[in-house]
């Protein structure tokens, strides 16, 4: 018998959010993909395959993707806003936030639903490409875009790229006029408001690296210089407040002062600006703390707002674009870890149970980054033991590496079990490292009956072969080393080349 099981005598009190579960086994189903159930001995299943069976024949730690729930997602998000945005007599677009997730498959799977891809590094625009998306549906962000990305972004034939400073916009104009070309451009606006999880702060001021601030007058000024450059196309304004907002009221005030700035445009350029993006951010649900709205209802209250201060300018209605992210990905992943040490701590208040698993804070930062809270399951059997308020912890050299904070699980869970973290497809894959060496999980995709890699995981062979070394080159003048591969070079060559070259 685990040691443990006496030891809980005093729990610590669970967190005021968190309720004693009627049954510690079930699932909560908004918490996780569509396809994933529990069946009669408490395995947790994904499309009817075990995950017992998966964790066996794909290894452990291991993200497991449910394509199916992420396209359902992606649809779901562009018929929602394609609707309501057609009700008020305009159009919607949706440009996939590459940074919360993104490799060729899925790239491929939210194009094939409707959505753009929005990119912010060469790496991002790289794999959009490998993966064979339509340029004019992916947009560049950034606030210190190299001349390599912006050379790529204009060979490729982009969509749109967001400018984000003074000093960019002549940068843009020189690279599209050598090139012969208009370059789609939109301007990036601090609006002053910064949303937050449960509410939002509306400002004047925004003391943050992104965008030109509209109360100062930058953005107004960078309007004026972008409509001046006769290489670029300007095509709109851009905002984005924030992540996991809930409420429609920090888009509210954010769309009403970019349709302002818009409509000053015209007044004062003679530039009638065709769209607005109002970014991403929408929340998803961790934990049963989150209440984030339904997409159709946000869709139908951002078209509201936007219709709104549209009539209160007298301007004609923009086409609006939004950049979900996490949204999309987030739920339709979950991770699976495999239990490797038990810890009964006394922590002044009661006790509590550590749990410890075998991956942590290199395929999970945001726990520790931005105070996130998870939730998970026990994903190999049924317990009939007392449920406990348990912390799942990594393997990893530092107190802050937990994984989930706070979750009840029966109180007998051992070494062997297994645990489900669901909502980890946002950010989390997307900010791994390779912390104390260890090897990043891969990614594996379950669509209906077929399942296989989207990413291969990561070995310590991979880990061993990054290490050169000090092998100095013979010749000086030669910069890389003997022993390493050179460098992928510049955007210099054609896109489709790379893409001949790197399939
Ligand atoms: C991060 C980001 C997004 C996506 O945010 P989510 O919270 O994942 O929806 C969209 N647009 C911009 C400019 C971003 O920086």
């Known amino acids: 018998m685990p040691a443990h099981i006496a030891g809980i005598l005093h729990a610590t009190p669970p967190p005021v959010w968190l309720p004693y579960p009627e049954d510690v086994n079930a699932l909560m189903p908004s918490l996780w993909p569509r396809s994933v159930a529990k069946n009669e001995a408490g395995e947790l299943t994904i499309a009817g395959h075990r995950v017992t069976d998966l964790a066996r024949d794909y290894g452990s730690p291991l993200y497991v993707l449910d394509a199916a729930d992420l396209r359902h997602r992606a649809a779901g998000f562009v018929t929602s806003f394609q609707q309501a945005f057609a009700a008020i007599g305009t159009e919607a677009h949706a440009y996939y936030a590459a940074k919360s997730f993104l490799c060729t498959a899925v790239a491929e799977w939210v194009a094939a639903e409707g959505m753009g891809i929005d990119t912010c590094t060469l790496g991002e625009l790289m794999v959009a490409c490998q993966a064979g998306v339509d340029p004019q549906t992916v947009g560049l962000h950034g606030n210190n875009k190299s001349d390599e990305e912006i050379a790529f972004a204009l060979d490729w034939g982009i969509g749109r790229i967001v400018v984000d400073s003074f000093d960019e916009i002549p940068r843009v104009a020189a690279a599209a006029r050598a090139r012969g070309v208009t370059a789609p451009v939109m301007l990036r606006v601090t609006v002053g408001v910064e949303a937050h999880t449960h509410d939002f702060i509306a400002t004047a001021h925004e003391d943050q690296k992104f965008g030109l601030s509209l109360h100062s007058g930058d953005a107004f000024e960078a309007a004026r210089r972008i409509a001046a450059e006769e290489h670029l196309d300007f095509r709109g304004l851009h905002s984005h407040i924030g992540s996991q907002i809930f409420e429609s009221s920090g888009f509210d005030i954010a769309a009403a002062r970019i349709i302002e700035l818009r409509a000053r445009i015209l007044t004062e350029l003679g530039v009638d600006l065709p769209e607005v993006d109002l970014g991403g951010g929408f929340g998803i649900r961790y934990t049963s703390q989150d209440t984030p709205l339904p997409f159709s209802e946000m869709a139908e209250r951002l078209a509201a707002v936007v219709a709104s201060a549209c009539k209160a300018t007298g301007a ?5 674009s939004f950049e979900p992210g996490r949204a999309i990905c987030g739920p339709a992943i979950f991770t699976l870890y495999t239990v ?164």
């Open 316 to 320: 004609q209605l923009p086409v609006v």
């Open 340 to 503: 490797g040490s038990t810890k009964v701590v006394d922590t002044g208040s009661g006790e509590r149970l550590y749990i410890a698993v075998d991956g942590g804070m290199s395929d999970n930062i945001r726990t520790a980054l931005y105070d996130a809270d998870y939730s998970c399951t026990m994903a190999n059997r049924r317990s009939e033991s007392e449920p406990a308020v348990v912390r799942v912890v990594g393997k990893h050299c530092e107190s802050g590496d937990i994984i989930v904070r706070d979750e009840y699980l029966p109180n007998d869970v051992t070494r062997g079990d297994l645990i489900a973290v669901p909502d980890t497809g946002a950010y989390c894959r997307s900010l791994s490292s390779n912390y104390n060496h260890v090897p990043r999980p891969g990614v594996l995709a379950v669509d209906g009956e077929q399942i296989g890699w989207v990413i291969r995981p990561e070995t310590h062979a991979d880990i061993l072969a990054w290490d050169t070394g000090f092998a100095p080159a013979a010749d000086p003048s030669e910069t890389t080393s003997a022993s390493a591969p050179a460098p992928t070079t510049g955007a210099d060559a054609p896109c489709e080349e790379r893409r001949s070259t790197t399939r």
